[in-house]
């Protein structure tokens, strides 16, 4: 099963999936971010 990954691995496939899960953490980091500042301003701080 390793194998078959590690002969399927190219760069540019790599680069992809980086690009995709770094967008993935920052989507997630301004949801949270809007999250809290909205908490914040509806409790009146």
């Given at each position: 099963e390793?194998?078959?990954i590690w002969m399927n691995f190219t760069?540019?496939?790599f680069q992809k999936q980086?690009?995709?899960f770094g967008r993935?953490?920052?989507k997630n980091q301004?949801?949270?971010a809007i999250e809290y500042g909205y908490k914040?301003?509806?409790d009146g701080i």
């Amino acid at each position: 099963e390793m194998e078959r990954i590690w002969m399927n691995f190219t760069p540019e496939a790599f680069q992809k999936q980086t690009e995709l899960f770094g967008r993935k953490i920052y989507k997630n980091q301004m949801a949270h971010a809007i999250e809290y500042g909205y908490k914040q301003w509806k409790d009146g701080i």
